[in-house]
């Protein structure tokens, strides 16, 4: 599935506006949240403790949303670094290990033995692409029914001048239907979405000159596959050892 002009506009007009409110929404969430625990004491001594934690628990999902505006905001050309693609998975999976314990779903990473697989990317990005498809591919686990034993394969290879990256999950599925949007920014299927986490991740990953494309069977599970250019091992070494 191929992103259209029509999406890269739409983005960089978010990026615009974004840029120019995310500020003045800021701050004032930054003094309703510093009031609020002032108050706590208060709330708590009524026996509403409740009240305060849903508000400052609001605040943040605010501030994340905003967060993620701005970050699709920004063109940026990669700050890149030379790494390995299996110690970007390994450090990515440490990261999601235990919340997808929590929710009752167990994450395989599988690499080949010994296969070079050095990547020059900004680390920073890439892992957010890895965790974007990563957390979506949990939810899409918890919309099965409580038995459902949840599996995350990762797996990577090299061929050629080109890594390939899959992730896939035992979830709920997409149809076609579904599949068609799933990279329009704004698009989502979930009552606490933003529909910002697979469109900006399309955006870091073209600017990487990498390609990322998804398939789906409805209550089967998805495949995210992301492809990106390897750099030549020697110049990896060289660039290592500076
Ligand atoms: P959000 O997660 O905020 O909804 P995303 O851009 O991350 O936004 O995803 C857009 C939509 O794509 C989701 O709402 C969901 O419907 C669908 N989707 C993404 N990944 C998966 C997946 N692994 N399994 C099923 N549906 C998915
Ligand atoms: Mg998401």
């Not at 390995?84 to 440490?94: M, Y």
């Not at 965790?131 to 061929?159: P, Q, T, V, W, Y």
């Amino acid at each position: 599935i191929e992103q259209t002009a029509y999406h890269n506009d739409k983005l960089a007009m978010l990026g615009k506006i974004s840029a120019a409110i995310a500020h003045e929404i800021r701050n004032p969430l930054t003094s309703i949240r510093g009031f609020i625990q002032l108050l706590r004491p208060h709330l708590i001594q009524l026996g509403r403790d409740e009240y305060a934690r849903i508000i400052l628990a609001e605040i943040d999902r605010a501030n994340d949303i905003i967060h993620e505006f701005l970050n699709s905001s920004k063109p940026s050309a990669p700050l890149k670094s030379v790494i390995d693609i299996p110690t970007l998975l390994g450090e990515v999976v440490l990261l999601t290990e235990s919340e997808a314990l929590m929710k009752n779903c167990e994450i395989v990473l599988s690499l080949p033995e010994d296969s070079s697989m050095t990547v020059s990317i900004d680390t920073k990005q890439i892992k957010q692409v890895l965790l974007n498809i990563i957390k979506n591919a949990m939810e899409a686990i918890e919309e099965m029914d409580a038995e459902h034993r949840g599996m995350i394969d990762i797996s990577a290879h090299s061929e050629g001048e080109l890594v390939y990256i899959t992730i896939r999950d035992n979830g709920n599925g997409m149809d076609q239907n579904l599949m068609n949007r799933l990279f329009d920014p704004f698009f989502t299927t979930k009552e606490k979405g933003t529909g910002l986490g697979l469109s900006v991740s399309y955006r870091i990953i073209k600017n990487h000159r990498g390609h990322i494309s998804v398939d789906s069977t409805k209550g089967i599970g998805t495949v995210f596959e992301i492809t990106l250019p390897m750099v030549d091992s020697k110049s990896a070494v060289v660039g290592a050892s500076q």
